[in-house]
């Protein structure tokens, strides 16, 4: 098999899709963006979950049409021997390889790491799960939730006086596809370029949900080693700037962040409170985030004076920064993501035109595209078995009777 021809600067990289959910989804789907042919792998009688994930228009989930999109969906029962060969003969000349089943389960089928490099050396197999391959939890199920409670992460969101809060969005699943995807790349890297030329070989990327939050703290661990020092909530307050928080304006809340003293003076200027500067209490920015609620109480009292257009207008008149706090109505109207075609359209089979969000980030010479939303379950059989893998009819339709297929 070769991988079709694709839009973008990954075009020509094969990736086997066998991971469900959102972690390898969302991987996945940043990868077929950018000219991946990514082949999506479900089991023929139970689909990836998130096919029946609200919100729905005409019975079809729009979470699958959001991240199912630009991928070639087939349906293989990998517990068989006939599914698990079927899977051989699909990463023969693949490059990636995702998947997120309980530690121990692709061995089980015979699909472990080294099967798999027998197959094909070059292969690299990203192995998601809770608490990746190694520990002693590394046999127990885990979801991004999970990780948001145990990375320090819940911890931290809120406010002094309210419970330890989880985010809106699947932050740890989507953190960990994104950290997926960076080391998809490293390791193509080492294995086609690398010092040398490339040693050509493929490798195990070993992804937990929980590691890639517990990174994103900054400086954190340094400072509990060494001082002892445990972040507590601080709601929108931040621990090294002030000010910055969203204010209340006549008909909303904008945010604003000045973490230079020279933008805090252009604040100032901006509210009419140039006497503010020289206030010990806000002279310099070490004294500004001690009375941060002080400096919010000033700047919160100009702002409910004032819309939220000429609150930010003003601001930028000073040379500050300041924005808006949008819905998801307001981005759809919103000049700036239109200029950078941040909305863009497709034809859906199921829903006709639908709006979807580009492909980020943008390049100038090799852009992602968005080519169609989540396909049909099992869309692409007859293209990929018969088609590429070299199936005939007669054994694919046997293997389909059998619910290999």
Not at 50 to 66: M, T
Not at 120 to 141: D, F, H, M, W
Not at 151 to 169: C, Q, Y
Not at 396 to 405: F, K, M, Q, S, T
């Amino acid at each position: 098999m070769t991988a079709r021809e694709r839009q973008g600067p990954l075009d020509g990289l094969r990736v086997v899709d066998c991971s469900g959910m959102i972690a390898g989804g969302f991987a996945t789907t940043q990868l077929a963006d950018f000219g991946a042919d990514v082949i999506k792998v479900e089991h023929p009688e139970g689909t990836d979950p998130l096919r029946e994930w609200p919100p729905y228009d005409e019975g079809v989930s729009l979470w699958w049409k959001s991240i199912g999109r630009n991928k070639r969906c087939v349906t293989l029962d990998l517990s068989t021997a006939e599914g698990s060969a079927l899977l051989l003969d699909l990463i023969a000349d693949a490059d990636v390889l995702f998947e997120n089943f309980r530690p121990g389960t692709m061995e089980k089928w015979g699909l472990g790491p080294e099967r798999l490099h027998e197959e094909n050396p070059g292969l690299i197999v990203v192995r998601q799960s809770g608490y990746g391959q190694t520990g002693p939890r590394a046999e127990k199920p885990g979801f991004g939730t999970v990780a948001e409670g145990i990375t320090n992460w819940a911890h931290v969101n809120g406010f002094p006086d309210s419970k330890p809060l989880l985010p809106p969005i699947s932050l740890g699943d989507l953190t960990a596809a994104s950290f997926a995807v960076q080391g998809v790349m490293f390791a193509v890297f080492e294995r086609d370029v690398g010092r040398a030329g490339g040693s050509g070989e493929g490798q195990v990327i070993d992804m937990s949900l929980y590691e890639p939050l517990f990174r994103l703290f900054l400086s954190e661990v340094e400072a509990y080693d060494r001082l002892g020092e445990v972040r507590e909530r601080i709601g929108n307050h931040h621990e090294n700037a002030a000010p910055r928080n969203v204010y209340e304006t006549t008909d909303g809340y904008m945010t604003l962040s000045a973490s230079a003293q020279s933008i805090f003076e252009n604040v100032a200027d901006a509210i009419g409170r140039p006497d503010i500067v020289d206030d010990p209490r806000f002279v310099d920015n070490e004294s500004r985030v001690e009375h941060a609620d002080e400096l919010d109480e000033i700047i919160e009292g100009w702002t409910r004076e004032r819309s939220t257009e000429a609150a930010i207008e003003a601001m930028e008149a000073a040379d500050a920064i300041a924005g808006p706090v949008y819905d998801m109505a307001d981005i759809f109207e919103d000049e700036q993501y239109a200029a950078r075609n941040d909305i863009v359209e497709v034809e859906d089979p199921d829903l006709g035109s639908l709006k979807t969000a580009a492909p980020v980030p943008r390049f100038t010479r090799t852009p992602g595209a968005v080519e169609h939303a989540g396909p049909g379950h099992g869309q692409h059989n007859d293209e990929v078995f018969l088609e590429e893998v070299g199936l005939t009819e007669a054994e694919y339709e046997r293997l389909r009777e059998a619910g290999v297929i």
